[in-house]
Every structure is written in C-alpha cells, then in structure tokens.
C-alpha cells in the first residue's frame, strides 16, 4: 500500500473514491447486462414475428405473381438499410432479394413448414464493423407450388451497438463523475472528523517543560479518540512526577552534597593556612575520613536506587526463617542500641519469602531511624506475623510523632520530616527510599504511622505464588 498518500484525509478521500467507483460501475454493469438482454429478446421476437407474417402472407397469395407485378411491396415492408429479406425455392436462384446493405446472406436452416416460429430460431453472428446479425429462416407453403418457399430475414444491429455503446460510456461517465463528487465529500467529511484530533495535537505541541501539568481536554473530544487522550494523560502523569523528582532530587542531592563538601574545603583550607603539629593532622584526616565515608555511602545508595528503579533488577527470592533473621537484625544493631541507651526485641516465627541481601538491608535501615530517633530508656520492637496472603515485618519504636503531612513522603529521596535535628547530618536521605525500593522489587507494600509517642514502619511480603 506504499502508493496510497501520507495524509490520512487523501487516504481515506482516494479509498472511499475507489469503492465509491467499483459500487457504481458494478451496479451500471449489471444495469447494463440487464438492458443488453432485454434489447436482445426484442430484437429476436421482432424477427421472428417478421418472418411469421411473411410465411403467413405468403400461403394466400400466388407469390410469382405478387413478385413480378408488385416487388416494391416487399423492399417497402423491410423499412429500412440494415434489414435483409430472401424468398427462394430450395436450390433455386432468389425469387427476390432485399440487401440494400449488402449483407452477406448466412446459411442458415430454415424452420420446416407449419412447425412454430420460436425464439430459438434466430442465429447470432458477427457482422461488419462490430454490430451483430440475428437472422432466421422459415419455410411457407404457396398456392400452385410443388415445394415450400425460403423466407429468410435478418437484421444487422448497428443502431443497438450504438445505443448501448452510448449507455455504456455514460456508465463509465457516471460511475467517474460520481466517485470524484464522493471523493471530495469524504475528504470534506474526513477532513470535519479529524479536526479533534488536530486539536489534540494542537493541544499537545503547546505542552512542553515548562508547563508539565497542563493536560489534553477530553471534554469535547469523541469516544474513539478517550483511549488515546487518557494514555497521553497517564504519561504527562508519570513524566511531570519523574520530572518533579529528577528537580527534588538534584537540589536535595545537591544541599546534601554541598555540607560535607563544605566542611572539606573548609577544614582543609585551614590546615593550609599554617603549619600545624602532627596531632591536629591526624584529627583532621579523621574528620575528612568520616565526611568522605559520607559521601562514598551517599554515592552507594544512589547507585542502588539507580539500578533497582531504572532497570529490570534481578533478586533471588528464597524461604527465610523469621526468627532467625529478626535474631540477626537485633544482635547486629545491639551495640548501638546500648549506646543511645534502647532495648531491641525481636518477635515471630514462621517463613519470608524474600531476597535475603535485600531483607537484611530494608531491616537494617528501618532498625537504624528507629535507634536514632528513639527515646531513651524504651523499647525498639521488631515483629512479625503470617497470613495466607503473606508476610508483615514491623518495625516500632516511641520517639516524637510524626505529623501527618510528613508521613506519605518520608520514603521520597532525601525527604526529612526534621530537616533542622541535630543529628540529621548522620543520614544521607535515602535509607526509606531504598526501602520503598526493595519492596517495590519484591512486589510488596510499606507503610508509616505514627501517633501519641508510637512510631511504627510496616513492610508486607506477599505469599510466593506456585508456578
């Protein structure tokens, strides 16, 4: 179809002229088969009837006679240039020939006397210049003659074949003219129909980065074009969200890059400024080593994030004891616990059906917010509990409530519900968002509440599924 036009209204205008033609000329054909029959039995029976007048006029009346005082009589009956009449006696010269067109006289088998003149009689065949010869003979009987008298009569149908030759052309007049006059109807109509659709792409070309949250209106639009409005809407959605991020994420990435950063340059510059004793050096190597730790973490979670969200990131999932791995989880963070003056409980048995390596690393994440910001002298819980969908690991801790509106964007990259905490320099930002993405791999769900003193993180791990 590589010969059809690009544009879809010449398209559709060209397909709809081309069916357009074929219906019409279909229909003037068959018309046409229709009139050539019709015309075609009229033809026969007059010839027919002709001959049988003949043969009847003929049986009263001495035929001799008749021809030598009166044989104008009989090219007068003809009427006309393309008529042919013959009266002879078998084997005998014509008694009388009208051929004023010079036809050549066919052999034909007349039809026996007395026996009925049907349509069947008549022969076609070819003639001069295109136009068919009907012909048919009959035998009469004559008053005083021994045997029967040929009466042969044809017709050439010149004035048919024009006729239908004219009916023929207007067909094909009819049938162009027509398709032309649809065709630019369809491409007027195509043309009207389609305007939505330019308004949706007017729509959508004046849609760029700056104005990333204006959507494509369906108000006006028609129904087979919803689908196309709602799925271009969807990735406006998902593009001004990863695009809101991206810019969150730069300027967050870059506030936190900036202290640590900072505090390099600055340590470093005074150092340089004077000589200083060996012990101050070593202090300062110290403080670099914990910023560059810093930073070199910082740098790790990024690329984790990078590679769990943007690509199809490969986890082995396996049966896990709970117990065991809630065990390991509070004896790894038991010394820390100590130090901030906490106590870990760890709680449930059963299996998880999880990545191991991820497990650990979501636990331990939640476990070292909760260490952080727990109070002194309580109780950090780890707990969990199995239904037949599958797994609830939580993580709850009593420490400051979290107000409500910083509760649904605690797991975005960088998000702190206390910017201004003391301690809050420790953390780079992305421990909850490298949760919500281990969950994400494990096709799970995580949640936060928080409330009268109680904060509690929640990771569900559905049930592995049989193959």
């Known amino acids: 179809m590589s010969f059809l036009p690009r544009s879809l209204v010449a398209r559709l205008a060209l397909l709809f002229a081309l069916i357009s033609f074929a219906v019409i000329a279909t229909i003037g054909a068959a018309l046409y088969k229709n009139l050539e029959h019709q015309l075609s039995l009229r033809d026969d029976a007059a010839l027919v009837t002709r001959v049988d007048h003949f043969r009847t006029f003929l049986r009263d009346v001495d035929v001799v006679d008749l021809i030598r005082h009166k044989p104008e009589l009989f090219s007068n009956m003809m ?19 009208v051929n004023p067109g010079h036809i050549q006289l066919p052999d034909v088998i007349p039809v026996a006397a007395g026996a009925p003149l049907q349509l069947s009689a008549v022969s076609h065949l070819p003639g001069a210049d295109g136009a068919p010869f009907i012909v048919a003979a009959a035998t009469a009987h004559v008053n005083g003659a021994p045997q029967g008298l040929e009466v042969i009569a044809g017709r050439l149908l010149t004035e048919r074949t024009h006729m239908l030759q004219g009916y023929r052309d207007w067909i094909l007049l009819v049938s162009s003219g027509g398709a032309l006059l649809l065709a630019l109807l369809a491409w007027w109509v195509a043309r009207r129909g389609l305007r939505p659709l330019h308004q949706v792409a007017q729509q959508t070309a004046a849609i760029g980065m700056r104005n990333l949250s204006t959507r494509v209106d369906a108000a006006a639009a028609p129904h087979e074009l919803l689908p196309l409005i709602e799925g271009f809407n969807a990735m406006l959605d998902r593009l001004e969200r990863g695009f809101t991020q991206l ?9 936190d890059l900036r202290t640590p950063i900072g505090n390099l340059l600055g340590q470093t510059e005074v150092a340089l400024g004077q000589r200083r004793d060996a012990e101050y050096y070593e202090q300062l190597l110290g403080s670099n080593f914990e910023e560059l730790q810093r930073l070199s973490k910082m740098a790790d979670n990024m690329l984790f994030l990078a590679r769990a969200e943007h690509a199809d990131h490969a986890i082995e999932r396996k049966p896990l004891q709970l117990e065991d791995e809630l065990q390991r989880m509070a004896d790894y963070f038991e010394g820390v616990a100590e130090e901030r003056g906490v106590r870990l409980a760890a709680q449930g048995t059963g299996q998880v059906w999880a990545d191991p390596t991820l497990l650990r690393r979501a636990l331990a994440n939640l476990l070292a917010n909760a260490v952080r910001y727990a109070d002194e002298d309580s109780e950090i819980v780890v707990a969990a509990q199995q239904d037949a969908s599958g797994t609830t690991i939580g993580v709850e801790n009593r420490g400051p409530t979290i107000a409500p509106q910083h509760l649904e964007r605690l797991f975005d990259r960088f998000y702190r519900a206390d910017p201004a905490r003391a301690d809050s320099s420790a953390s780079s930002g992305l421990g909850l968002s490298i949760v919500r993405s281990i969950m994400t791999l ?21 049930v592995r599924l049989e193959a």
């Open 79 to 97: 009427g006309n240039r393309e008529a042919l009449l013959v009266l002879r006696f078998p084997g005998q010269a014509p008694l009388i020939e």
């Open 247 to 255: 810019s969150q994420v730069s300027a967050d990435l870059a506030h």
């Open 442 to 462: 494990h096709q799970g769900r995580w949640h936060a509440a928080s409330k009268d003193g109680v904060t509690r993180f929640t990771l569900f791990f559905p």
